[in-house]
């Protein structure tokens, strides 16, 4: 089947005081329609500058893409221009952040803000509107949606808030839909009920998630494949499962380690011994061999691309066979 998204090599640099900096360098995946992709990766890593990328959002004028493509749908979003980026931004893709409040207007009601994007984009009557808004709403579980219709953002709570958000997300029926760290915000409880609700509304919609984490346990309970960043690089992707059962990079292990248990909620990645590199001054090499418990002299100036491990498994070590466990 035809990806839904395909990224090629994408790098993404930032203009600083002392010059270019690259945050992610030649990031490649794929992502298929109903499926959930997993971006983990510590604070830094690139993660969250892959998903702005991918919105056509950086930050403006210093954060630009460097290199590369990202096809949708056959088109190459990074040759668009930004009328046209603008269309395909909640029409065709959205986005969903951390902290629903601060995404949230908190002078207009909740459903003028649900409404606004099919304001912009749908010949709609205002009837009409309204009632594809309170639709939007029973759809993210919003009880008495009729009756909250005219409330304000800080008369819910924060996972309802946050089911606002991505109703608003919604609105346009995406084919792809970006979380990035959609529930860190919330308590335990709540998170497991949005990450459900994300997964209910991507499988009737068919949609493609992308799911920005640090937290292994979400990523463990919800995705399908996962891709590993370490300091904007992409270190290792696979099937979840083979991921989790047996990593072919040590990054990976490392994460892996930092686990008690799969199964206890929310886990967050303790980190590896020493600390991720300052970005503006990477290490040569491996971005991860002064970290590294296995690193060879080669790491230390011969960059490790992503190869093929076995099928739909790839890696960026050198050295991968000696972590693989291969009985
Ligand atoms: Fe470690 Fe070398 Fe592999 Fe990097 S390439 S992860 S330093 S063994
Ligand atoms: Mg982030």
Redesign the pocket.
């Known amino acids: 089947i035809e990806p839904l998204l395909e990224v090629r090599d994408l790098s993404v640099a930032f203009r600083s005081k002392t010059g270019n900096v690259t945050v992610v360098k030649d990031v490649n995946f794929s992502l298929q329609p109903s499926e959930t992709l997993a971006i983990l990766g510590e604070s830094g890593s690139g993660k969250s500058t892959v998903a702005l990328a991918l919105m056509g959002l950086l930050p403006k004028p210093n954060g630009r893409i460097s290199g590369g493509s990202i096809y949708f749908q056959g088109k190459d979003l990074v040759r668009l221009g930004e009328s046209e980026r603008r269309k395909l931004r909640g029409s065709q893709m959205s986005m969903i952040f951390q902290d629903p409040l601060s995404a949230l207007n908190p002078v207009y009601t909740v459903g003028y803000q649900i409404g606004e994007v099919l304001r912009i984009h749908r010949r709609m009557s205002r009837d009409k509107i309204k009632n594809a808004v309170i639709e939007l709403m029973e759809q993210v579980h919003i009880p008495d949606a009729r009756k909250r219709y005219n409330n304000y953002p800080h008369q819910f709570s924060g996972g309802m808030q946050q089911r606002i958000m991505i109703a608003m997300a919604l609105a346009l029926e995406p084919k792809v839909l970006i979380a990035d760290e959609p529930t860190t915000a919330l308590d335990v409880t709540v998170q497991a009920q949005i990450m459900y609700l994300l997964k209910e509304l991507q499988k009737t919609k068919k949609m493609g998630l992308i799911l920005i984490s640090h937290d292994l346990g979400v990523v463990a309970n919800h995705a399908d494949r996962i891709a590993v960043m370490y300091a904007g690089h992409m270190?290792e992707t696979g099937k979840v499962e083979d991921v989790f059962r047996n990593p072919a990079?040590?990054?990976t292990v490392g994460l892996m380690e930092s686990l008690p248990t799969l199964h206890k909620h929310s886990t967050r990645l303790s980190p590896i011994k020493g600390s991720p590199p300052n970005i503006l001054t990477p290490p040569k090499?491996?971005?991860?061999?002064p970290?590294?418990?296995?690193?060879?002299d080669?790491?230390?100036d011969?960059?490790?691309l992503l190869n093929k491990v076995t099928e739909g498994r790839d890696?960026?070590?050198?050295?991968?066979e000696?972590?693989l466990d291969n009985d």
Do not use: L
Not at 291 to 296: E, G, L, Q, V, Y
């Open positions: 270190v990079h040590p990054y090499g491996c971005a991860f061999h970290r590294c418990p296995i690193a060879k080669r790491c230390k011969d960059t490790p890696s960026a070590c050198h050295f991968y000696e972590v």
